[in-house]
């Protein structure tokens, strides 16, 4: 089994398709009123609910099956849940637990891709390869018969394939996914994946439907804070020591320079003169010895 190509690609990629209609979709979400209302909030294309088209006023409870066709997507609200189904998909949401109206147990999404943010209390999520338990969670998952990527964006999952072989515990605060399989691929039933098709500002807005600040929010906040540019000296506040520092820095850089030939001058008049060496003093030689003239003895005649 080939290992799907799409879980590889950088997490820089998925951002480019899907933001421009993430902050559309969340501007014409998030408008007065909305968030208190529950049932369909934005219907594209082509969506069935129990197998009957959908409409704007459609409710959507517990039990329901729903269906996307092509170029078709669904959001809407269950209780303290809030859904974003894509096109080509198939989601059924399971009935609640007795005593507990408006609450699914869990969902199983049977084919295609959903996005979706969960109030607090335990669910159950099911594909075809999958099986995952959620606590107060944010999700994005795909699903085929063959594999299902599961991206945890914020909160707690227990992650398992269909046989019970592998099991895993994401405790995540940003975007940790994997890849679940019906066999295994390499020796492994979960592999971990690389983040696509899904962004921040989906999940942000899904949870503001509910009346939620998604965790995902001050992430945001603070990296756009680190990437904000410096001010430019112009820019910042004159104190009297920065208006004085900035004279002296700019008198040092408007000081005239010496030219070449000025600068050689005053090399040398600056140098110091060097000491007179005194000549060596010679000393006369010493006038040779008299010699002691001395006459042969007279002869006698």
Known sequence: MVVDQEAERSCSVHRRGFLAA?????????????????????????????????????RVRPGDVIETGPDSKLVFVVGQNAFLLRERSNLKLENPVSGKKGAPTGIRLEAGALVAVFGKGRRLIETATATATIRGTGVYLEATADQTYFC?????????????????????????????YARAVDGRMLAAAS???????????????VGRTSPLLGRRQADAAKSEPVQPESARVQTPERAAEKKARKKQSTKPQPSPTEFESQSQAAAPTPAPVPEPVSTPEPPPPEQELRLPPARLE
């Open 22 to 58: 993430s902050a559309a979709l969340g501007a014409a979400l998030l408008l007065p009123g909305v968030a208190r209302s529950a049932g369909v909030r934005l219907l594209e294309g082509s969506v069935n609910v129990n197998g009957k088209p959908a409409t704007r006023a459609t």
């Open 152 to 180: 945890t964006c914020y909160g707690e999952v227990e992650l398992r394939d269909k046989t019970g072989a592998e099991r895993r515990l994401v405790v995540a605060g940003y975007h940790t996914p994997n890849m679940i």
């Open 195 to 209: 983040v696509k098709d899904h962004t921040d500002a989906e999940l942000i807005m899904l949870d503001g439907l």
